[in-house]
């Protein structure tokens, strides 16, 4: 009957006496005998909020313990931090608005004010958990789960184990996949009489059904990159099969060496965003102190990532809650990780809240010790302080303490009062050295099949799929039958946990105490046993990978060592390992792929060079790769200098040779180009590049045209293949030049590429033919403006393509082809994807000379193209990443960071200042032409004035853009001469805007001709491709006719210019449109146009992402022509 607290005080400071009875000199009225008030105080209290701890015979079993299953005790001031930022997330508009900077009790919160910038401000919110094992981070964070979900969170969790990840970031994936395999079907009501096929169809399915998600991922990212995210989550590979079965086109070339670093971290971030952007999520990172450095490198990305636009609305907030949880100690990549949270500690666009975790408070584990026996606190307070005393108050180690308690008969129970003890004699038993040995306790209890088949599941880790266990169930030689048996008895007892197709530990500790309880001597036997019985399965064709990165991490754990004797095995272990870096290598996880090359050389033997020549040619080949991949350029010397020495031919050298050539040339190009044309010299080769001039190369450009006229490219499609192994290293060497030359010397390129044609029709064909056609097709555009001819080659090379290696053909040939020849004929939208494939195998294929011409290209094209700001932001900044990693100081320096410059100017959003493009703009204050041509970088010099010319525009720095023109004039000769290259289209229409706007500012004759040329050539292009230039045109031509004075013309063609701009999906040039139509207007007195085109041009800006620039557009109109009205 008591309903308030002040009931509750008036009932028991009424009688006093009668609740306390005669003193508690005895027990006999079911432990109602107190000795204070205080007591009595408690155990109403306590009836109040758990009355189940007076029914003291409800539980009489160690099977029915159950700690802290209604809430948690002790934790209540670090759960509201848990819930406070889960508030902000859903409940702010993404300002930071908490005003403690620091709180009390071992956790801290940083929320810098973010500064004016509105993007910056949207604060991201991370949480840290940590303290010593046992502390009982995890339950910590999983107690909000409930509440949340109940809010319409998503709750995901990824949980790392001591033992090296079967596969590279499939910790993190199989997180991520938690969604996919929870709602594995979209569980939604259905209509009376619908169908199955009714079911999944979009418009009756609720928005967060992950069929939903999928088909916005598919916008965002592609089919190819949605297969690509898929490899690794097996829910969403199922649900991509069933969804997409019907498209071929993608699919069927799809492999895993797509999955470069830079798109994977970009994958798994939009994937993020993308739920988030239906329901709020918490993703848990558990276990950080066994993170490898890949995983803390894909977390560090995924926190600092902008926020995916999603409907044009650049102002939502992000609202994910990252929570990781770490031990204080034995933490694997320390600097790693400690580093990675003093970045975001630092960070001004992130909230980090830190909780510390120690042992419970006595007066906490009393509660939670009374509710677990069902017994009033003050009852079981003496064996709390015993308790307290032997645990320092650990929770794990108090619920093993109490569980060996009651094995040990020291914790018996009474029907009557419940659970009996003896102080003194819990007293006298001697304290465990940690929670392991109790562990290590309960585990010896357990039956020998139990306990076998726990320690069976502990050499893998914390967490195993039962397709792993099912291969390895006869490791033993019996029936097989008694390995799942025992792990389900291990799961009743607690030990374990199994969610879908995987068993999980319940905790690390577990599993490391059952694998210390596999005596020593027994160990390796035992690994190998295991290793025997994954081996067949590595071995089969369309296997899963899992088996072989299992089995590989069980071989380097037995150690050459142990296998030194047996040379059939040695030589198999050693090409698992050969095998498992390969795939790392595909998957661009160069740093596993190291550790595979390095742990495969140490399983050969003695005189390998000679007795197995063939495995330790390729091990030490591919050590070298992978150390150049990795930016390991010492070890690259070492391992390719073992080639060099023990090589039986000079073909057996080449490809060391080439890796060399590469580290070679990134600190000096014209050391690389002396060691190419010395080894083509050794080929038969002797090319003198100081006698070929620019005339000399232009007539060899028209003989080779004049050889593939018309239908005798045909002769490439009948032509046989070159076997002749001489001419082939010629063609490979000839190919890294002409990559080498397009960065300096475009004719040069041009004349090789002859070269290597002529020597493909007289040796026959080879992968470097179609690279040096491609090469030659955009020759033909450049230097000899034959668009036609150049788009047939185009064809002939794509056609030719198919009989190679598509995922080497992509990547050298698609940037030449998709990024300039077919500008001319298809929309630029459908350009980007073909050039983002080509990014990603050049990257993961170590293909890193032609990934400096893919990363412009893709860049240029995804901005020409009106690719969302946001989107683009996320993409630089992954590419900047990956240049970092190989040495590319120039493609960093010199595009990188000037995009970079140009997007958060338009679109506010900001990368955290600790990013690599922040410091970068920050300490370079030189003009980047003037510091690519001082680096004698001459093929950035191009792309640096382009940039600064597009910067200029973009901020309507009249005066600036005009000084860049001018003073670079031979760049800019077709504004004199008309003749501009299809494939210059943006740098010629961002030219003939500025060319207008100074004919009206200066009315200098020279700038009305400079802008008349570009529009002469826009006519041209706009009849060749409608939709890439029609809009460029008619904006072009509003600017010329403005400038004229022609009222009408003009009016027309700004409108015509707008429709057409969104009619094709440009929704930039929209904005652009309209907002230089608002300015017309503005200057011609129409204020109700002006009005109209300020907020067209407001929205189209806000809709590609400009959030900055849509304000400003209105401030500078607004105030200039309307007054504020």
């Known amino acids: 009957s008591m309903k308030t607290s002040k009931d509750f005080n008036e009932v028991v400071y009424a009688s006093p006496n009668s609740i306390m009875g005669g003193g508690g000199e005895s027990d006999d009225r079911g432990g109602f005998c107190f000795d204070s008030l205080s007591d009595v105080r408690s155990d109403i209290q306590q009836m109040v909020d758990f009355p189940d701890a007076f029914l003291f015979g409800s539980i009489n079993s160690r099977w029915e313990l159950v700690f802290g299953n209604n809430h948690m005790f002790g934790r209540k001031t670090e759960l509201q931090l848990l819930m406070d930022a889960a508030d902000r997330i859903q409940n ?37 958990v940590n303290g010593h094992a046992g502390s009982g981070k995890s339950r910590l964070v999983r107690e909000i789960r409930k509440p949340l979900q109940a809010r319409g969170w998503l709750f995901l969790r990824c949980k790392f184990g001591k033992m090296v990840q079967p596969e590279p970031l499939s910790v993190i994936a199989l997180g991520l996949d938690e ?198 606190r003050r009852k079981t307070r003496s064996l709390s302080e015993i308790i307290h005393i ?124 059952a694998f210390d309880l596999v005596p020593v001597a027994n160990r390796v036997p035992l690994l190998r046993k295991l290793v025997a019985c994954l081996i067949p399965c590595c071995m089969l064709e369309g296997g899963s990978d899992s088996f072989l990165f299992v089995a590989v991490d069980l071989i380097n754990r037995i150690g050459s060592e142990a296998v030194s004797e047996n040379p059939t095995q040695s030589q198999l272990f050693a090409r698992l390992n050969l095998e498992a870096g390969k795939k790392s290598m595909a998957a661009m996880e160069f740093s596993s792929a190291v550790m595979h090359f390095k742990s495969g050389i140490s399983f050969l033997r003695t005189n390998y060079w000679k007795d197995e020549y063939d495995l330790s040619l390729n091990l030490f080949e591919n050590s070298a790769l992978a150390n150049y991949s990795e930016g390991n350029h010492e070890q690259v010397v070492i391992q390719v200098n073992h080639v060099l020495s023990n090589a039986k031919s000079f073909e057996d050298r080449f490809k060391s040779h080439c890796v060399f050539i590469n580290v070679v ?33 232009i007539t060899e450009f028209a003989s080779i045209r004049g050889l593939l ?86 064809r002939t090379a794509l056609s030719l393509a198919e009989f190679y290696d598509a995922n080497q053909m992509i990547q050298r040939v698609y940037g030449f082809i998709y990024g300039n020849v077919l500008v001319s004929e298809k929309p630029l939208q ?80 900001s990368l955290d200042s600790s990013e690599l493009l922040p410091q970068l703009v920050a300490t370079c204050n030189k003009d980047i032409v003037e510091t690519a041509s001082i680096k004698k970088e001459m093929f950035y010099v191009t792309t640096a004035i382009a940039l600064s010319l597009e910067e200029s525009l973009s901020l309507r720095n009249f005066a600036q853009a005009s000084q860049i023109i001018l003073k670079y004039p031979d760049f800019f000769k077709m504004l004199e001469n008309g003749r501009v290259r299809i494939n210059q289209f943006m740098v010629a229409f961002n030219a003939g805007l500025v060319s207008f706007h100074m004919a009206r500012e200066t009315r200098e004759a020279h700038w009305m001709e400079k802008g008349t040329h570009v529009v002469a050539a826009f006519e041209k292009f706009s009849k060749m491709n409608e939709w890439n230039f029609e809009h460029m045109y008619l904006l072009l031509k509003a600017e010329m006719h403005h400038t004229k004075g022609e009222t009408n013309e003009a009016a027309q063609a ?72």
């Open 92 to 128: 702010s508009d993404g300002v930071g608005n908490s005003n403690n900077n620091k709180t009390t009790t071992g956790a801290t919160a940083n929320d810098g004010d973010g500064g004016n910038n509105p993007v910056a401000r949207r604060k991201k919110e991370v949480i840290t």
């Open 179 to 376: 969604y996919f395999s929870s709602n594995a079907v979209c569980n939604f009501p259905m209509p009376m009489g619908s169908t199955q096929e009714q079911a999944v169809n979009s418009s009756m399915r609720p928005p967060s059904c992950p069929r939903t998600v999928c088909e916005r991922l598919e916008t965002l990212i592609g089919l190819d990159g949605l297969k690509c995210l898929s490899q690794q989550m097996p829910s969403l590979h199922s649900l991509v099969e069933s969804m997409y079965s019907h498209r071929r086109d993608s699919l069927d070339h799809i492999s895993g060496g797509l999955q470069g670093k830079f798109h994977t971290h970009h994958l798994f971030g939009t994937l993020l965003d993308t739920l988030a952007s239906f329901n709020p999520v918490l993703f848990f990172v558990d276990d950080l102190q066994w993170a490898d450095a890949a995983s803390l490198e894909l977390l560090t990305d995924l926190i600092n990532r902008a926020v995916t636009n999603f409907d044009g609305d650049n102002s939502s907030t992000n609202k994910i809650l990252f929570a990781g949880a770490y031990r204080s100690d034995n933490i694997v990549e320390e600097n790693k990780l400690k580093g990675m949270i003093r970045e975001f500690e630092a960070s001004d666009a992130i909230n980090t809240t830190q909780i510390s975790l120690c042992g419970f408070q006595l007066e906490s584990l009393n509660e939670m010790v009374s509710e677990a026996l069902c017994l009033p």
């Open 390 to 513: 032997k645990t320092q108050g650990v929770p794990l180690f108090v619920v093993e303490f109490l569980d060996a308690l009651w094995t040990e008969k020291l914790l018996i129970h009474n029907p009557v009062d419940g659970w009996e003890w003896d102080v003194d004699a819990i007293d006298l038993k001697g304290i465990s050295k940690s929670v392991a040995e109790l562990l290590a306790i309960k585990l010896k209890n357990l039956s020998n099949d139990a306990l076998s088949g726990v320690q069976v599941l502990s050499c893998f880790g914390s967490h195993v799929d039962v397709e792993i266990l099912e291969a390895v169930k006869n490791y033993d030689w019996t029936s097989g039958t008694t390995l799942m048996p025992a792990l389900d008895t291990a799961q009743k007892e607690g030990l374990l946990e199994k969610a879908g197709p995987t068993y999980t530990f319940s905790h690390d500790l577990i599993q490391q105490a």
């Open 665 to 697: 040339a990134i600190g000096s190009m014209e050391r690389a180009t002396e060691k190419i044309y010395d080894l083509l010299k050794h080929l038969g080769e002797n090319i003198d590049p100081n006698l070929i001039s620019a005339q000399v190369a």
């Open 709 to 794: 006229a018309g239908g005798q490219k045909d002769i490439f499609l009948n032509h046989y293949q070159m076997t002749d192994r001489t001419k082939l290293m010629t063609m490979k060497l000839l190919a890294m030049r002409v990559t080498y030359y397009l960065q300096q010397h475009a004719f040069m390129s041009g004349y090789l590429a002859c070269k290597m044609i002529r020597i493909s029709l007289q040796y026959g064909l080879c992968d470097d033919t179609v690279f040096a056609l491609s090469v030659f097709s955009i020759t033909l555009l450049n230097h000899l403006q034959d668009i036609d001819e150049g788009r047939a080659l185009a």
């Open 830 to 909: 459908s350009l980007v994807e073909p050039l983002l494939r080509a990014c990603r195998l050049s990257f993961s294929n170590s293909h890193f000379e032609s990934s400096t011409i893919n990363t412009i290209t893709y860049i240029s094209r995804s901005w020409q193209a009106g690719k969302k700001l946001p989107l683009v932001m996320n993409e630089i900044n992954a590419f900047a990443h990956q240049h970092k990693q190989q040495s590319h100081f120039a493609m960093l320096q010199l595009f990188l960071a000037p995009i970079y410059k140009i997007v958060s100017a338009l679109s506010g959003i």
């Open 1054 to 1125: 700004y409108y015509l210019s707008a429709e057409a701009a969104q009619k094709h999906r440009f929704v930039h040039h929209s904005a652009l449109a309209c907002e230089l139509a608002a300015h017309y207007f503005g200057n011609v007195g129409l204020k109700e146009n002006t009005r109209e085109m300020i907020k067209r041009s407001h929205d189209a800006y806000m809709e590609w992402g400009a959030a900055r620039k849509a304000k400003a557009v209105i401030n500078l109109l607004e105030l200039k022509w309307l007054d504020g009205n």
